[in-house]
């Protein structure tokens, strides 16, 4: 079972703590199947102490223990910081060396909006990548000079830090999460549960440390860009190896080593992340798409794309353009 805990300040965000809360809840009701109906993920709120709190929007919520009752985590999540985020910064100087504690174990912690501003005091962003809430990027960047604040990406990650700019942000990084947890097929359920249409995946939208995010391994680097270059022309196992000259085997076992995944693998992930962008973003035909991201079979396109999606390429691209504004021709005037 995983543990994942949000803490609780008066100006936090109500929103930046329900919303990841709540995948993880169908995440864990949905991996729970496999598992004769066990939870999967044990939800906790942690506050200064066990008393209600009653956030800036007037919601309020009761934690379930205090701050320094927390257990071992596999998640810490910081909300988002409602205007001006010094005051929650100043307050939480008596709980900030238990962040520092909590990291030093592996824990994946995350912040939203200018929750950073809580991970930069406590010194787990310096000489790292950050981001925050767009509204702050000049006051951040004064503040925490020694931060390497990233203005042009929404999620940014270093080792186990995670930090995002918004809360639609939070869901796109939850979403890697599940994935990581309990695979594509649960992930892509609970993306299509959750407004598929406003989802950008995390490979997209996050800039992550190359120092953390990269692997030693040059000879799957250089594969890994063939692959992204040779997309289209119908990328072949054999040839890639011969390009690099190693065998397939060779180049399976390193590329699993490096990875976690086949070279196969790798380049199905990066057609049905191409076909998405097509789909939601261009006019062109089923069978079009799948030319253009290296498959001839439009029948075996569409089942590697059900597969990966959970739903059809046309029910994919329906539902990503659901909610652009179409007015009925009928009642123009």
């Known amino acids: 079972m995983y543990t994942a805990a949000a803490l609780l300040y008066p100006d936090a965000l ?21 598992d004769r109906g066990r939870e999967q993920v044990r939800r906790l709120l942690a506050g200064p102490d066990r008393k209600l709190i009653k956030l800036a929007s007037g919601v309020t919520l009761k934690p379930d223990l205090s701050y320094d009752q927390l257990p071992a985590l596999d998640l810490l999540l910081l909300p988002a910081i409602w205007r001006n985020p010094l005051p929650t910064v100043r307050q939480s100087a008596s709980w900030r060396p238990q962040l520092i504690e909590l990291a030093a174990t592996g824990t994946k912690i995350c912040s939203v909006g200018t929750g950073s501003c809580l991970l930069a005091e406590a010194g787990l962003l310096s000489g790292k990548p950050a981001t925050t809430h767009w509204n702050y990027f000049e006051q951040f960047a004064r503040r925490y000079p020694d931060v390497l604040l990233k203005t042009r990406h929404l999620i940014t990650q270093s080792e186990n830090i995670y930090c995002v700019g918004s809360v639609n942000s939070i869901a796109d990084l939850m979403m890697h999460i599940v994935e990581e947890w309990f695979g594509s097929r649960i992930a892509r359920a609970i993306e299509n549960q959750f407004s598929p249409e406003i989802r950008q995946s995390f490979s997209a939208a996050a800039y992550q440390n190359e120092a953390d995010s990269s692997h030693p391994d040059e000879t799957v680097v250089q594969a890994q860009q063939w692959l992204q270059e040779h997309l289209s022309a119908g990328a072949s196992m054999n040839r890639l190896a011969d390009e690099l000259g190693v065998s397939t085997r060779t180049l399976n076992r390193r590329f699993r080593q490096a990875t976690g995944i086949s070279p196969q693998a790798y380049l199905q992930n990066l057609r049905i992340a191409g076909a998405k962008d097509l789909l939601r973003h261009s006019n062109l035909s089923i069978g079009d798409i799948a030319w253009q991201v290296g498959l001839q079979d439009v029948s075996y396109f569409s089942q590697l794309f059900r597969r990966h999606s959970g739903m059809s390429p046309l029910r994919y691209r329906e539902a990503v353009r659901g909610k652009l504004f179409d007015p009925d021709p009928d009642l123009a005037t």
Not at 25 to 31: G, L
């Open 14 to 34: 109500a929103t930046s703590i329900t919303l990841p809360l709540e995948i993880l809840k169908a995440a864990s009701q949905m991996a729970s199947t496999r």
